[in-house]
């Protein structure tokens, strides 16, 4: 595959400047990448200028018609930067979770998954212009109820660290942003660097979509909903609530709703309605319709058992806007800027506040990734403050239920936190004696906060190519993280 050649023109008349060029690990592998997607094979993409790569790198120049002069360049990155994807690249058969899926890539190398969302644990790992394709594919579906940071946001102390081999993981993982707070200050505290993407800049006012980390904040309010005196208690039923009226969730108490427990396992899964095949997050039908469907005449399972589903969370936060009926702006303003402080701005996605409501909100949201530590940070502090919301934590936790899951050999918080209790993942294996608050969202959002200590771990990404184990599980365990990346 040639380029055009007016593009060589230029380069062999100097129009690149390579003067002060440095070969590094960064250089390098970014060049092994290229050349991979070029169809050209540098052998390992690691960083290390060897042979294969010399020569791939040979040979990409030779077929355009230029000469190797013994090293990389920046006039030679330059050019492989603008290179068109090959053939070979582009035709990759694609793995999710080992099974084989569709996908199509375009000449820009940018790889096209069947849905809307980057499916999870891809193999080979989607590139950088793939990963920025979808987070600029969320940014785009923000839309909807919108709550502006407070005029005197939560202050956060800041004593950093720096880190090798978090700089590594934020250059070539999927993660796009990271925290831990320990001890009241923000120990390790950086984003993808600036000149990783074609257009997208992470900075500190970047709305990071939360994902399943919402079902969380839902309820967080719910609970701030209970001490407000909107609903009874979590005993509460669901049986004043015309929407759900003769469906499996009309009986159902709000705490079996929130532990994901509500009986529900014969009519809905984590994949939707197994009788229609619908999804339950979309943004033409709400609550109001799969009541009148899917739901109409269900009744609770004989059995109680955890069944992780969106809708529950749906189900939880649609209840909540009923109870609140024209409070609701002032309620949720209220929280997140006069409790926890929230400097960025915020927005609720999908959103359907309005009466009459066809049950159309959403868990997800969009905030910055501060804002995100102010909301773990708000928590550690009510539970320890021990007040009304700090006791609704407290409950849920004490409330939990087992999730009875098998053993898996990918290591993430839905398989290594053994319950679940509110919206919330809890009891990590290994560390059982600690109490540890856990949120996951999809693509490799998580949120940890430790009730005992404060420590606090954040990461926000595009994808589950993340080191899970060392980020989130040891980060949490040790307060720190390893000085060197391993490839390095």
């Known amino acids: 595959m040639l380029f055009v050649r007016t593009m060589f023109v230029a380069a062999v008349c100097?129009?690149?400047?390579?003067?002060?060029?440095?070969?590094?690990?960064?250089?390098?592998?970014?060049?092994?990448?290229?050349?991979y997607q070029a169809d050209y094979n540098p052998g390992s993409i690691d960083g290390e200028w060897g042979r294969?790569?010399?020569?791939?790198?040979?040979?990409?120049?030779?077929?355009?018609?230029?000469?190797?002069?013994?090293?990389?360049?920046?006039?030679e990155l330059n050019l492989l930067r603008e290179a068109p994807v090959g053939d070979r690249f582009r035709s990759i058969q694609y793995t999710s979770s080992g099974r084989a899926i569709s996908s199509n890539t375009s000449s820009l190398g940018i790889t096209v998954f069947d849905g809307f969302e980057l499916p999870q644990f891809l193999n080979p790992t989607p590139n950088d212009r793939t990963l920025e394709f979808y987070f600029f594919r969320w940014l785009g579906e923000r839309r909807g109820f919108n709550v502006y940071g407070s005029i005197s946001p939560r202050p956060l102390s800041f004593n950093p660290v720096p880190n090798e081999y978090l700089s590594h993981e934020l250059r070539y993982s999927s993660m796009l942003s990271y925290l831990l707070y320990d001890s009241g200050s923000v120990i390790y505290n950086d984003i993808a660097p600036s000149d990783r993407f074609a257009n997208l800049i992470i900075s500190e006012d970047t709305l990071f979509r939360s994902q399943s980390v919402g079902k969380s904040l839902v309820s967080y309010l719910v609970g701030h909903a209970i001490c407000a005196g909107y609903i009874d208690g979590l005993s509460?039923?669901?049986?004043?609530?015309?929407?759900?009226?003769?469906?499996?969730?009309?009986?159902?108490?709000?705490?079996?709703?929130?532990?994901?427990?509500?009986?529900?396992?014969?009519?809905?899964?984590?994949?939707?309605?197994?009788?229609?095949?619908?999804?339950?997050?979309?943004?033409?039908?709400?609550?109001?319709?799969?009541?009148?469907?899917?739901?109409?005449?269900?009744?609770?399972?004989?059995?109680?058992?955890?069944?992780?589903?969106?809708?529950?969370?749906?189900?939880?936060?649609?209840?909540?806007?009923?109870r609140l009926g024209d409070d609701w702006d002032q309620f949720v303003a209220s929280v997140l800027r006069d409790?926890?402080?929230?400097?960025?701005?915020?927005?609720?996605?999908?959103?359907?506040?309005?009466?009459?409501?066809?049950?159309?909100?959403?868990?997800?949201?969009?905030?910055?990734?501060?804002?995100?530590?102010?909301?773990?940070?708000?928590?550690?502090?009510?539970?320890?403050?021990?007040?009304?919301?700090?006791?609704?934590?407290?409950?849920?936790?004490?409330?939990?239920?087992?999730?009875?899951?098998?053993?898996?050999?990918?290591?993430?918080?839905?398989?290594?936190?053994?319950?679940y209790g509110g919206q919330f993942h809890l009891d990590f294996a290994g560390m059982e004696n600690r109490i540890l608050f856990g949120m996951e969202g999809y693509g490799g959002q998580n949120v940890v906060v430790d009730m005992d200590t404060g420590r606090i771990v954040i990461t926000n990404s595009v994808h589950t190519n993340i080191?899970?184990?060392?980020?989130?599980?040891?980060?949490?365990?040790?307060?720190?993280?390893?000085?060197q990346h391993p490839s390095r």
């Open 467 to 483: 080191d899970w184990q060392t980020l989130v599980y040891e980060a949490m365990r040790t307060g720190t993280l390893p000085d």
């Open 52 to 75: 294969r790569t010399e020569g791939a790198l040979v040979a990409f120049l030779q077929d355009n018609g230029l000469e190797y002069d013994g090293e990389l360049s920046e006039n």
């Open 14 to 35: 100097g129009l690149f400047a390579t003067s002060g060029f440095t070969q590094t690990y960064d250089k390098v592998r970014e060049a092994q990448t290229l050349l």
């Open 236 to 322: 509460t039923t669901l049986e004043d609530w015309p929407m759900v009226q003769n469906t499996v969730y009309e009986t159902a108490q709000l705490l079996d709703v929130l532990n994901m427990s509500a009986r529900d396992q014969d009519v809905v899964n984590d994949n939707g309605f197994p009788s229609s095949g619908r999804f339950y997050n979309t943004r033409r039908v709400g609550i109001q319709d799969f009541a009148q469907n899917e739901l109409a005449g269900s009744r609770p399972s004989p059995y109680q058992t955890y069944n992780y589903n969106g809708l529950s969370t749906n189900i939880a936060l649609n209840y909540l806007f009923y």
């Open 339 to 419: 409790h926890i402080g929230f400097e960025g701005e915020f927005t609720w996605m999908n959103s359907d506040f309005h009466s009459p409501s066809e049950g159309k909100n959403w868990y997800m949201f969009y905030a910055t990734r501060h804002d995100y530590l102010r909301w773990a940070i708000t928590m550690y502090e009510d539970w320890q403050a021990n007040e009304c919301i700090g006791q609704y934590l407290q409950d849920i936790y004490n409330s939990r239920v087992p999730k009875n899951q098998g053993p898996s050999r990918v290591r993430t918080m839905w398989n290594v936190a053994q319950s």
